[in-house]
């Protein structure tokens, strides 16, 4: 069956730090890849996604994540991380079938604390 | 234009008794998928409809149902509730099934079975 791994279920990191939240999935195909972000109370939010063409995405809040599709990779980063960054980011795929998408399956989320 | 509503907002049930749960999706959006979210499985699918007709279901016992009206609207079933069915559910929509759409999440029902 297909999966979506996460490295770290919690990193905490100070001010200005730079991030990088690492995610691997397992499927050959044709895969749509998403990043959603949920801050402490508040519902998902899409950070960034991508579907095709340049595999560096840039999404809100100054993150972007690049697909390296040699390894299965959809890595998130941001130069420098503010305390407002505070949430549980979760790494999605969505299965292509040739232009009919599949439901999201999403890793098991990383915590990221921001030490002010 | 407002977001994915999902209504009630928090639930308390008992063991054995079943519950329904409400989601209301953008304006113009067709799919509607519903996940549990607990802390140790993390978010798991359990069906998507669209256009009233059930797409694909997750791997969840008979007692998840749903159903998705002619409005869009969307309700899940749980029947004879279990301690372990504690959990958030979460509503998303998508305007269509074609590959290169997001789903938008609504705030969740937090389920807890007693």
């Known amino acids: 069956a297909q999966s979506v791994s996460q490295h770290n279920h919690h990193v905490i990191l100070s001010e200005a730090a730079s991030l990088e939240l690492g995610c691997n999935y397992s499927?050959?195909?044709?895969?749509?890849l998403f990043w959603y972000v949920q801050y402490p109370g508040q519902h998902l939010q899409l950070l960034l996604k991508?579907?095709?063409?340049?595999?560096l995405v840039k999404g809100i809040k100054g993150f972007e994540a690049e697909f390296i599709k040699s390894k299965f990779s959809f890595n998130l980063r941001k130069p420098s991380v503010q305390w407002s960054d505070t949430a549980e980011y979760f790494c999605?795929?969505?299965?292509?079938?040739?232009?009919?998408?599949?439901?999201?399956?999403f890793g098991k989320g990383t915590k990221l604390s921001v030490k002010p | 234009k407002a977001g994915v509503t999902q209504t009630p907002r928090y639930l308390i049930k008992t063991r054995g008794q079943q519950v329904t749960l409400s989601c209301s999706p953008i304006?113009?959006?067709?799919?509607v998928s519903w996940y549990q979210q607990t802390p140790g499985q993390g978010l798991q699918f359990l069906f998507e409809?669209?256009?009233?007709?059930?797409?694909n279901k997750g791997n969840f016992p008979g007692r998840f149902s749903g159903r998705q009206f002619s409005n869009s609207r969307s309700e899940m079933n749980v029947s004879t509730l279990e301690l372990g069915d504690s959990a958030l559910y979460l509503c998303?929509?998508?305007?269509?099934?074609?590959?290169?759409?997001?789903?938008?999440f609504g705030p969740g029902t937090r389920l807890t079975v007693l």
């Open positions: 409809y669209f256009s009233e007709t059930q797409r």
């Open positions: 304006s113009g959006h067709r799919s």
């Open positions: 991508y579907f095709s063409g340049d595999p």
């Open positions: 999605a795929v969505a299965l292509d079938y040739g232009g009919s998408q599949g439901n999201l399956i």
């Open positions: 998303a929509s998508q305007r269509r099934l074609d590959a290169y759409n997001e789903q938008f």
């Open positions: 499927y050959g195909g044709t895969v749509n």
